[in-house]
């Protein structure tokens, strides 16, 4: 017997072993979630991205940081890009903007102002979030800039202005949470490196859970004024199971104040 | 967009002192044998909703020193508040004469009510007399804004609402000209209580877990909160040091104080009708008050006020950078003008 064919053999052993031992191989089980009382996927908890998302949303090496005063601490880790199929599709003037975009991430970088995220960045924001889960409608609760947004499960609302988290209707598609973003105004950015949209934008979220402490996060943003096709994004949401974990209070405004205005502050001394 | 409360002051001083209509309320609703509370599917009394203070706007945080103990208006004194807030809303809206006001459409007015003021303890309704310690900081604080709040020589000259950072947890539900939506939303285990006014979302835990270490400090505080019997019971600590409460609108109001650290809260929020929750809040601080006091009053539901819409106040505040490099530019035009003068 080669060792080719014994490789092979014990191989396929291996595998029937693994068979042997899933229950779930063969007819897929559906995986262990918890449910509300009413059946629904119970999505209540505090969650966490721990992708690089937010410092580039496509595949990128490590970089320095704008700022080398900073050291290593500004630097940007490498990272693999949420990106389906890695590349944002800029129509080309779009792609000229985010150039400019990533060269003023310094201070131009709405997350730098303490702005309020926008969807879908506020998913995988470097801070904790918390759905709060009820009978009627749900609420998402931001570590960052006290941000919330209300996902309504009832009738659709109608977007009355533009703004910074837009106007979310949600609903169920078999065990997944589907909420429809219009009426965002496109002026938080999606990323550190200066990746955008414009007020065009229009997002559709997908959260399923897929067991007790993991929920596979998907979105697709569509822009006709700013990309060429509507691109969608994965990532994984990791349940915070520390004990006693809570969302603190991150009000960012005072960071950011002598960024924003320091220029017109009184110059006291010679 | 936002109008500024200094701008505003004195609008926002005759809103509270004049009322919309002669309906009158009772200062809390009790709750009507008819209605049953309702139970969220895991078994909480069911409290969510939105919850507007706005019906209090007529309610001045302290009442008037005339009627001491006395904490219902009569029939009368609510129809003058009527009559003379008839007036006032002729003035918003415009005159008929071609005059129309800045803010037309833009104010809330509330509702006509008996309740004398928004403070219920002490007995007559007037915000407990600050410690030695804190009239002394009251004083350097107000001396300061006095001062500075025409010229700031930085974002620190002006307060934290018009820096939009917070109103803090009893500012954030005070009745005011705008943004009184007070909003609950429940899940096994938690409540949130939004505030619309800068958009807070204090998640208050139910499971009696200890408060946040004490290194810990906020603006918005550490809460939790337990029912006893239908009645949400919320206590707070680990504050910052640096909350304004006092009258309406937050800021430099004569009757405010900024607490200290040692700030501590006990909400109560008590449905007693589909449409009403009577809130409660309960202040002690024993380094700024010398005694606890409370503010209570019914928020009530209205059929067109049930979602609170995004108030980014900071990413709309125009008024920072107008107020520091107008500061900035008189100084220049100053200087420039006693140059002038000394050639």
Same mark, same amino acid.
């Given at each position: ?63 320095? &940081?704008?700022? $080398?005063?900073?050291? +290593? ?5 490498? *990272?693999?890009?949420? #990106? /389906? ?100 105004? &496109?002026?938080? $950015?999606?990323?550190? +490196? ?5 007020? *065009?934008?229009?997002? #559709? /979220? ?65 | ?343």
């Amino acid at each position: 017997m080669s060792a080719h064919l014994l490789r092979t053999l014990s191989s396929s052993f291996l595998i029937i072993l693994c068979l042997g031992h899933n229950p779930a191989s063969g007819q897929a089980a559906a995986p262990k979630i918890p449910r509300m009382a009413d059946r629904k996927p119970d999505l209540n908890g505090i969650w966490e991205s721990l992708s690089t998302a937010n410092w580039d949303l496509q595949d990128h090496s490590a970089y320095a &940081g704008p700022m $080398w005063e900073m050291g +290593a601490i500004a630097a940007v880790p490498a *990272g693999q890009g949420i #990106v /389906e199929g890695g590349l944002i599709p800029y129509l080309p003037a779009s792609a000229e903007k985010r150039k400019q975009n990533f060269a003023n991430r310094r201070s131009a970088d709405p997350e730098a102002k303490c702005y309020l995220p926008g969807i879908p960045r506020a998913a995988y924001l470097p801070y904790p979030f918390q759905i709060v889960q009820s009978n009627k409608d749900m609420l998402f609760i931001y570590q960052y800039a006290t941000a919330s947004r209300q996902v309504n499960m009832g009738k659709p609302r109608e977007v009355g202005a533009d703004s910074w988290m837009g106007m979310s209707n949600g609903h169920w598609e078999g065990d997944t949470l589907v909420v429809d973003v219009t009426g965002l105004n &496109g002026k938080a $950015w999606l990323d550190r +490196a200066g990746d955008f949209s414009s007020d *065009g934008l229009h997002v #559709v /979220e997908r959260y399923t859970l897929t067991d007790q402490d993991h929920v596979a996060y998907e979105a697709t943003l569509e822009d006709p004024k700013i990309f060429a096709r509507p691109w969608k994004i994965h990532l994984t949401l990791y349940r915070r199971v520390e004990k006693g974990f809570q969302l603190l209070e991150f009000k960012c405004i005072p960071f950011a104040e002598e960024l924003l205005y320091g220029e017109f502050r009184k110059k006291t001394g010679k | 967009m936002r109008y500024r409360h200094s701008l505003i002051g004195p609008i926002v001083f005759a809103a509270t002192v004049i009322t919309v209509s002669a309906q009158p309320v009772a200062k809390t609703a009790t709750a009507s044998k008819a209605w049953k509370q309702p139970m969220t599917s895991w078994g909480d009394p069911d409290l969510q909703g939105v919850w507007p203070s706005t019906s209090m706007l007529q309610t001045p945080m302290e009442r008037d020193p005339k009627l001491g103990t006395r904490a219902a208006l009569t029939d009368e004194e609510v129809a003058q508040k009527a009559a003379r807030d008839k007036q006032f809303h002729q003035l918003e809206t415009g005159n008929g004469k071609g005059f129309v006001p800045l803010a037309a459409g833009w104010f809330d007015y509330g509702q006509a009510n008996r309740q004398a003021s928004l403070v219920v303890d002490p007995p007559d309704g007037r915000i407990p007399t600050l410690t030695a310690e804190a009239q002394a900081r009251e004083a350097a604080r107000k001396k300061h804004w006095n001062e500075k709040k025409d010229s700031p020589d930085t974002w620190m000259d002006l307060t934290t609402w018009d820096r939009c950072i917070t109103l803090g947890p009893v500012g954030s539900v005070m009745p005011f000209a705008y943004n009184n939506g007070q909003q609950i939303v429940q899940g096994p285990g938690y409540v949130v209580f939004r505030n619309e006014m800068i958009h807070e979302a204090r998640v208050i835990p139910l499971d009696g877990r200890p408060h946040a270490s004490p290194e810990i400090r906020s603006w918005m505080g550490d809460s939790r909160g337990h029912w006893e019997g239908k009645t949400l019971v919320v206590d707070t600590t680990n504050f910052n040091g640096q909350v304004f409460i006092g009258s309406q609108g937050g800021g430099f109001g004569d009757s405010g104080a900024v607490a200290t650290d040692q700030l501590h809260l006990v909400e109560r929020f008590t449905r007693v009708a589909d449409n009403v929750i009577n809130y409660q809040v309960t202040i002690e601080d024993p380094q700024t008050w010398t005694k606890p006091w409370t503010i209570a009053m019914p928020l009530r539901r209205e059929a067109d006020y049930d979602y609170i819409y995004e108030y980014a106040c900071h990413e709309g505040n125009i008024f920072m950078h107008d107020a520091l490099a107008g500061a900035r530019a008189e100084e220049k035009k100053a200087a420039a003008a006693a140059q002038k003068g000394a050639n």
